[in-house]
C-alpha cells in the first residue's frame, strides 16, 4: 500500500489556499519544535462566517496538505463550525496520514485556532 493517500499526494502538490491576506482579522501561527516546521494562519471574517482563508507552511508534505485540506474544511463556513475543526478530521478528508505524521494534521488545527483566538481577542469577544 502506498504510504500516502491520493488525496494527500493531490494536496500536497497542488495545496488550495496558498497565501497571506492582507487585512486579515485573525492571524494564528504554530510550530513543531522536534520538527522545526512552521505554519501560519490568515483569516477574513464577515458576519461571523470564514470569507477567505489561506495559509503558508514551512514544513513537510503532510503539513502542506494538512493546511490545504484544513482551509477547504473551514472556507465559507460559520465560526463555530470552523472552531470544532479537529485533526482527526482533516485527516480523515485527507483519506488517513500515517501515524508518525497524525502530529502535521495537529500543526494544521491549533493553526486555526490560534488564529480564531487571535480575531475573537481582536474583536473583544
Ligand atoms: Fe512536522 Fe510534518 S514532520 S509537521
Do not use: W
Not at 497542488?14 to 504554530?30: C, L, Q, S, T
Not at 465559507?76 to 494534521?105: F, I, Q, R, W
Request: proline share 2%; hydrophobic share 40%; charged share 30%.
Amino acid at each position: 500500500m502506498a504510504l500516502y493517500s491520493e488525496k494527500v499526494m493531490d494536496h500536497f502538490r497542488n495545496p488550495r489556499n496558498v497565501g497571506v491576506i492582507e487585512d486579515a482579522n485573525g492571524i494564528g501561527e504554530v510550530g513543531n519544535a522536534k520538527c522545526g516546521d512552521i505554519m501560519k494562519m490568515y483569516l477574513k471574517i464577515e458576519d461571523d462566517i470564514i470569507k477567505d482563508v489561506k495559509f503558508e507552511t514551512f514544513g513537510c508534505g503532510s503539513a502542506i496538505a494538512s493546511s490545504s485540506m484544513a482551509t477547504e474544511l473551514i472556507k465559507g463556513k460559520p465560526v463555530a463550525d470552523a472552531m470544532k475543526l479537529t485533526n482527526e478530521a482533516v485527516a480523515e478528508a485527507l483519506d488517513g496520514l500515517p501515524d508518525y505524521k497524525m502530529h502535521c494534521s495537529v500543526l494544521a488545527e491549533e493553526a486555526i485556532k490560534n488564529a480564531l483566538d487571535d480575531y475573537h481577542k481582536r474583536t473583544g469577544q
